[in-house]
């Protein structure tokens, strides 16, 4: 029984990636010029300033786990036996 080759480590496919994109987005919906701190508050949530800050630190952490994890991927490709990008 052969064992099918993996394939190639794309940072596309990495969710957390894709999470920044979209807490970044959020981010600048919410800055004063483009929409304000009201259109991303949630339905319910106290007044309080600061809420493109937050999502902007949430992109940063993201952008974190997902360039650590991508990386080790790579590192597991390459260990299989693949070519490393």
Known sequence: ???KAPSPPAWWKNTYFWLAL???LVGVIGLPFVGGDRAIRDPGQRDESG???I???GAIVML???I???RET???FGELGGKEE
Do not use: D, E, P, Q
């Open 74 to 76: 790579v590192l597991r």
């Open 22 to 24: 979209i807490l970044f």
């Open 68 to 70: 650590l994890s991508h």
């Open 55 to 57: 999502y902007w630190g």
């Open 64 to 66: 974190i786990n997902g």
């Open 51 to 53: 809420l493109v800050w």
């Open 1 to 3: 029984m052969s064992k």
